[in-house]
C-alpha cells in the first residue's frame, strides 16, 4: 500500500444561500447553480420541488384512495384545461419560485409562459425552446445532446405565479419541473430579451457544461488530498480515508482491476460519517459510478468515468470524521488506486450527510418498482439505473412516480421510463452533463443516469420514487443519490454477493456457438479473455487450425438471414464460413473489430432439420473468438397468407411458379407467386378450408 497526503490548513465556510444578504435570487444566481454542487448538502425548511407533466389523467385515486388505471400510459396531449381562446394550460405555478426544466418528446407549436400578472405572454417556438433553436439559449442548456428528448435547462424565475400555456391544443409530451421557495423569498422574475450581463452568464455557463463536465465545479484552496494504492485480497477490506472533523470531501475517485467482470458488483464502497454504525454510502463499486456493466466512458457533472477510473465530486460533509472503505467479497484479489480531496469546513446546522444505497430486482415483477424510501429531512439528487432485458429492444414504458412528505398522489407523475431519463422515444447511447445513456442494449443490458442538480428535490418528512415496470423477466438495479439530515431512516438492504452478480450475458434469438460445436473444437471461458462473452463461453478458431462444424437446428423451411457475434474489438484473424461446400460469410481480419458481427449479404435457403456451417480462421493474427449465430426468419405481413405457401391450379399454358427473393427484406416471406396466364387463361389458389375468421380478403 503506498499512500501520500498533501494539505494547507484552511477552513472552509459554507452558506446555505449563496446570495448576498437582501438581494434578489435573479436569473443569474440561478444560471450558476446548473453546475453548483455546493448547496445541495444543505437543507431548506419550506423549499419545495414539483412537476406539471402530460401523464395520462384517468390515472386517479378513488374516494377510499384506492388507484384506479394506475397503469394507464396515454400520457400525451393532456392538459391542465383549454382557454376559451383556445390555449392549452400546462402548467400554473404559485411563486416565488423557478421553472427549473422543460422536456418533451415531440415540442409543437408555440409556448406561451405568462410571469406575475403580465397579459401579455413571452411566446418561443416550443421545438426550438428545448432543441438548440433559440440563438441566446445556448446548446448543453437546450439540445438533444445526441438522445430523442428535447431539453432545455434554462431557469425561468417568477415572483408571483407563472402559467406556461400552450397556443392550441397540441399531441404532444411534456415535462415541466419547478422549485417553489418559502413566502417571503425575494425571486428577481424573468424577463426576455435577456439584458447583456444574464447573456453572458448563460453562456459562461453552458461553456463549462459543454466542456468542462468531469472537473470540480469548485476547488477549495487549501484542500487535502489523499491518494493510495490499495490490494484487496479475497474476503478483505481496506480503509481508503479516515478524516477527522469538521470538513467536507469535495471528490472520490476510484479505479479497480480485478479478474473477469464480476468485481465491479463483488467490491462494495462504504461511507459512514460521524462514527456512525450503519454505512450512508453502500452501492458496489460499478454501480456507484454509474458503470454496472463495463466502464464505459462518460463525463457529467457530479459522476462520471474516464480511462483513469470513476469520479464523484458529490459534496459530503461530516462534523466529527468521515472513513470511506472498500470490502472485497469476491473470491479473488482485487487492485484499486483511490483518490480523495477534502477541506476544513464548518459543520451548520442545515447540513445533511451525503446517502448512495444500491438495490435489485431480478427477476422484477413489481409494477411500481422502488427506487428510494426514506424517513427525514434531506433533498434527493439523482439516481443511475440499470436494467437487463432478455427480450429486447424495448422494457421502458413505466413512468416515475414521487411521493414527498406522504403525498397520497405524486407531485412527480411522469409520462415513460426514457422520459424521466430526459431522452424520448426509446434509448440510444448519450451523455449530457445531468443525463444520459452510457451503455444502450449490449446485448440486453442498459445503464442510464439523470442528476436533478437546479431541479433537486427536497423534503421535510419523507421521500418515496417508484419507476413503472410492464415486464416479468427483467433485471431491473438503481444506486439513488440524495442527502439526509441526521436522524434519518431509508429501507435499503445492500443484498448478498450471490444476489449481486449479473445475469449471464446472453446474444438475444442467438445459438450458442460453443454448444453446437461438433467434437474436438477448442472452446475458451470469459475468464481467459478480456471480453464478455455470451454465456461466458466462446469457439476459438485458430489461423491454419482446424475449422470448427457447427450443426445448427432449423425449426422451419425459410429464407434465414444468418449473423455470426464474436466479442467487439478484436484484434485476431478473419473469418469464413462455408456450407455444403460453398462461401456463406466472409470477413477480413480482424473480423469483428469494428461491429461485433458479421451479416451475411443476402438471406439463405434452409430446410427444417439441421445445417452444418464450417468456420475458420482466415489470415494471420491472433485466434477469431466465434461467440454465437443467429437466424432470423423472414419477414411476413402480419394477418396475412403467403401467396406461394397455397396449393395453385392453372388452365393449360399458364403457370403458377414460386421464387425467392433472397435480398429484398420488403417482400413478405421473401418469396413470392409469379402467375403467367395467355390470354383467356387462368390460374387458382385455394385457401384453406378454415380461416376461423382470422383473415379477410
Not at 434578489?24 to 437543507?43: E, K, Q, S
Not at 384506492?66 to 402548467?91: F, H, S, T
Not at 488530498?225 to 477527522?244: C, D, H, Q
Not at 463525463?299 to 470513476?310: D, E, F, K, L, Y
Amino acid at each position: 500500500m503506498r499512500r501520500s497526503l498533501r494539505f494547507l490548513s484552511c477552513l472552509w465556510l459554507f452558506c446555505a444561500a449563496p446570495a448576498r444578504a437582501g438581494e434578489a435570487l435573479d436569473f443569474t444566481f440561478f444560471v450558476n447553480r446548473l453546475n453548483d454542487l455546493d448547496h445541495l448538502p444543505y437543507h431548506v425548511p419550506g423549499e419545495t420541488s414539483k412537476q406539471f407533466s402530460s401523464y395520462d389523467r384517468s390515472s386517479r385515486l378513488g374516494p377510499g384512495g384506492e388507484k384506479i388505471n394506475w397503469d394507464a400510459n396515454a400520457d400525451v396531449g393532456q392538459y391542465l384545461r383549454i382557454e376559451p381562446g383556445g390555449e392549452a394550460v400546462m402548467a400554473e405555478m404559485d411563486g416565488p419560485g423557478v421553472i427549473t426544466q422543460t422536456w418533451s418528446a415531440n415540442p409543437q407549436g408555440m409556448l406561451h409562459i405568462y410571469i406575475d400578472d403580465a397579459a401579455t405572454p413571452i411566446v418561443f417556438d416550443f421545438a426550438a425552446f428545448t432543441t438548440g433553436g433559440v440563438p441566446e439559449i445556448p446548446p448543453a442548456v437546450s439540445t438533444k445532446g445526441g438522445g430523442a428528448g428535447a431539453n432545455c435547462y434554462l431557469p425561468i424565475p417568477y415572483a408571483k405565479r407563472c402559467a406556461i400555456k400552450a397556443d392550441k391544443a397540441h399531441i404532444q409530451y411534456y415535462h415541466f419541473n419547478y422549485t417553489t421557495f418559502p413566502a417571503g423569498t425575494r425571486v428577481a422574475s424573468f424577463s426576455w430579451p435577456l439584458k447583456d450581463a444574464e447573456k453572458a452568464a448563460l453562456a459562461r455557463a453552458a461553456a463549462w457544461l459543454d466542456t468542462r463536465s468531469g472537473e470540480d465545479p469548485a476547488p477549495r484552496p487549501g484542500a487535502a488530498t489523499i491518494a493510495k494504492e490499495i490490494v484487496l485480497p479475497a474476503g478483505g477490506s481496506a480503509t481508503v480515508a479516515a478524516i477527522e472533523g469538521p470538513g467536507i470531501i469535495t471528490k472520490l475517485a476510484l479505479k479497480l482491476a480485478g479478474k473477469g467482470r464480476n468485481f465491479r458488483r463483488e467490491v462494495l464502497v462504504r461511507a459512514y460519517w460521524d462514527g456512525a454504525e450503519k454505512p450512508a454510502v453502500e452501492a458496489p463499486y460499478g454501480d456507484f459510478f454509474a458503470s454496472a456493466w463495463a466502464d464505459v466512458p462518460f463525463r457529467s457533472v457530479p459522476i462520471g468515468m474516464t480511462a483513469g477510473g470513476g469520479y464523484c465530486f458529490w459534496r459530503m460533509p461530516f462534523a466529527a470524521g468521515a472513513r470511506i472503505e472498500l470490502l472485497n467479497e469476491g473470491a479473488a484479489e482485487v487492485r484499486a488506486a483511490a483518490e480523495v480531496v477534502w477541506a476544513r469546513a464548518a459543520w451548520k446546522d442545515n447540513a445533511a450527510y451525503f446517502h448512495a444505497k444500491w438495490r435489485r430486482e431480478a427477476p422484477n415483477k413489481i409494477f411500481d418498482w422502488p427506487i428510494l424510501r426514506c424517513e427525514g429531512r434531506g433533498r434527493f439528487v439523482g439516481v443511475a439505473m440499470n436494467v437487463q432485458n432478455p427480450d429486447p429492444p424495448w422494457f421502458g414504458e413505466g413512468d416515475e412516480k414521487i411521493y414527498v412528505d406522504g403525498e397520497a398522489f405524486p407531485s412527480w407523475f411522469g409520462t415513460g421510463t426514457e422520459d424521466y431519463f430526459c431522452d424520448a422515444w426509446g434509448f440510444r447511447p448519450f451523455i449530457q452533463f445531468s443525463h444520459g445513456c452510457p451503455m444502450y442494449n449490449e446485448p440486453g443490458k442498459t445503464t442510464v443516469y439523470r442528476w436533478h442538480l437546479l431541479d433537486n428535490i427536497p423534503f421535510a418528512r419523507s421521500f418515496d420514487m417508484t419507476i413503472e415496470n410492464y415486464g416479468n423477466n427483467k433485471d431491473y438495479s438503481s444506486t439513488a443519490y440524495w442527502y439526509a439530515v441526521p436522524q434519518n431512516r431509508d429501507f435499503f438492504a445492500t443484498p448478498p454477493l450471490a444476489e449481486r452478480i449479473p445475469w449471464p450475458t446472453r446474444i438475444p434469438y442467438a445459438i450458442e456457438a460453443e454448444d453446437t460445436a461438433a467434437p474436438g473444437a477448442t472452446i475458451v471461458g470469459e475468464e481467459a479473455t478480456p471480453y464478455e462473452l455470451s454465456a461466458g463461453k466462446a469457439l476459438a478458431l485458430a489461423p491454419g487450425g482446424p475449422p470448427a462444424v457447427l450443426r445448427i437446428p432449423i425449426k422451419a423451411d425459410d429464407a434465414y438471414r444468418i449473423t455470426f457475434y464474436g466479442p467487439k474489438g478484436q484484434k485476431g484473424a478473419g473469418l469464413k464460413v462455408r456450407m455444403e461446400g460453398e462461401t456463406l460469410a466472409a470477413a477480413p481480419a480482424p473480423a469483428f473489430a469494428r461491429d461485433g458481427a458479421v451479416v451475411c449479404a443476402a438471406r439463405t435457403l434452409l430446410r427444417k432439420g439441421a445445417v452444418e456451417l464450417e468456420c475458420a480462421a482466415e489470415g494471420g493474427g491472433a485466434p477469431v473468438l466465434l461467440d454465437a449465430v443467429r437466424l432470423d426468419p423472414s419477414p411476413r405481413a402480419p394477418h396475412a397468407l403467403e401467396a406461394e405457401s397455397l396449393a395453385a391450379a392453372a388452365s393449360p399454358g399458364a403457370r403458377a411458379d414460386v421464387f425467392h427473393v433472397l435480398t429484398n427484406d420488403a417482400v413478405s416471406g421473401c418469396a413470392a407467386l409469379a402467375l403467367r396466364c395467355p390470354a383467356g387463361g387462368w390460374a387458382q389458389l385455394a385457401l384453406p378450408a378454415q380461416l376461423d375468421g382470422r383473415f379477410k380478403v
